[in-house]
């Protein structure tokens, strides 16, 4: 099996993020703002695991980070569903343009 180098990890990475950025940017749907922001947060990840493989002194300090970033997204994407739901059943619409709780 051959090394990839880290350049197609950065390179993997990026368009992830960039995928993720312009659906969070463009998108109204609120679903759908969520997953762009799960994808930004695995393109972080593969960032992580990818650095910590590198250099004279390989560790696992990057996996480890990864390990709590998965944790916060996966408490993130509970807490989001969540308040989608709620909104939901007020509003009858998860459209990101009608929510204007906080509003004057």
Not at 60 to 79: M, N, R, S
Request: aromatic residues 10%.
């Amino acid at each position: 099996m051959t090394m990839v180098s880290i350049q197609f990890f950065l390179a993997l990475a990026a368009i992830l993020f960039c995928i993720g950025l312009y659906g969070v940017l463009t998108r109204r749907h609120l679903v759908v703002v969520l997953i762009c922001i799960e994808l930004m947060l695995n393109a972080v990840n593969i960032n992580l695991v990818a650095f910590s493989s590198i250099g004279p002194f390989a560790n696992i300090t990057g996996q480890v980070f990864t390990l709590f970033v998965i944790t916060v997204a996966a408490a993130e994407a509970a807490v989001g569903l969540a308040i989608l739901i709620a909104l939901y059943r007020n509003r009858a619409s998860i459209d990101a343009i009608k929510q204007d709780l906080l509003r004057w």
